[in-house]
């Protein structure tokens, strides 16, 4: 299991840490939501499969108290909205074909200042999430490791 240290030191160093399994993952997005604030955007980056969602669902458990079983990517319908205080809101671009239809669909409107968003495959839309607070980004090492790098990009 991740120590708190060891979490700690990935987010404030910005070094990376290996996850040996869901729970390590579960363990660094437990510490990384104690940093998120209401204006807060973070983007996570990743090949397909590499462990985005599950890092989310673990983030929107901790920062919303949902049960992770209850938690799904927005795949399909772009966004899951948690009506907490702050919300949060849960972005998949994967299937957007571009920026407009991003724009179309009303989806930059949900990052603000009010709310804390999660955006997965930001790079579909990098003009609307152009300033991130913080970065996420995993690698896919085997069956249940994984690098996790997060960067600070609050000034």
Request: net charge negative.
């Amino acid at each position: 299991m991740i120590s708190k240290d060891a979490a700690d030191n990935c987010i404030l160093n910005q070094q990376g840490l290996f996850s040996n399994s869901p729970e390590d993952t579960y363990a660094l997005a437990k510490e990384f939501s104690k940093l998120l604030v209401q204006g807060d955007l973070v983007t996570l980056k990743g090949n397909l499969g590499a462990g985005k969602t599950t890092f989310v669902k673990a983030l929107i458990h901790y920062l919303c108290g949902v049960n992770p079983d209850e938690i799904s990517s927005p795949t399909f319908t772009y966004l899951n909205v948690y009506n907490t205080t702050p919300t949060v809101n849960h972005f998949d671009f994967y299937r957007i074909a571009n920026e407009e239809q991003a724009i179309q669909l009303g989806l930059d409107e949900h990052i603000n200042e009010y709310s804390i968003a999660l955006v997965e495959w930001p790079e579909k839309a990098p003009n609307i999430v152009k300033t991130p607070s913080y970065e996420v980004e995993i690698l896919y090492l085997g069956q249940t490791e994984r690098a996790i790098q997060i960067k600070s990009l609050k000034k």
